[in-house]
């Protein structure tokens, strides 16, 4: 275990020397919802247009709404929020086998628009399971320099970036809604890409 401040030292002095693997969290400070709140929204929008309701994002601050609406969705056979298969049954039950709907809507919830980028988000090398595009951007403003994410459709081309230190690298441990190979799901996660995997 190490601390913070530790941390931050070991970063600062060798910054070449890390490889980073992101979650939702990091996008989270850019201002994009995390995991928890893609299942919250999902419910919330369900809910809404089962119910003819109108509940805005806003409103599941409320511990009571929130209640209400987790009680509709288990009588509709949703997971609890806090089930690991909440995220990945609830893309299942509301868009079932629909990748284009699936698409249209990590695409509007993911908007750049939503964002704001800082300095943290720029890095030499980064694994990560977000579809997002807060690192790319970030590093385009920051540094002033693209950066193509390697991904289920060419992952190939990430290992000759890596041999070639081709850097910075990003590359999207899932598929990215901007293409064909989503791959968000749990069953579409229970092998990884032989490429990406190496």
Known sequence: FMDQADFIRRVSETPGAF????????SQSAGLPTATDVIWDLKRRYYCSEERQSIS???LQNSAVREKIDAFMA???????NDPAAYS????????????????????????KNSS?????RIKMVFTTNFDTVVERALAEVAGQDIAPFH??????AQTALDHEQFPIYCKLHGDFRYTSLKNLEADL?????????
């Open 75 to 81: 009588s509709r056979g949703f997971p609890a929020t």
């Open 117 to 121: 980028l800082t300095l943290g988000h």
């Open 19 to 26: 490889a980073w693997l992101l979650g939702a969290g990091a």
């Open 57 to 59: 994002a806003n409103d």
């Open 89 to 112: 049954r609830s893309f299942e039950l509301i868009f079932g086998a629909d990748h284009e709907r699936q698409r249209n809507y990590l695409q509007g919830i993911l908007s750049e």
């Open 152 to 157: 289920l459709e060419g992952s190939y081309a």
């Open 190 to 198: 229970q092998s990884q890409n032989a490429e990406l995997g190496r």
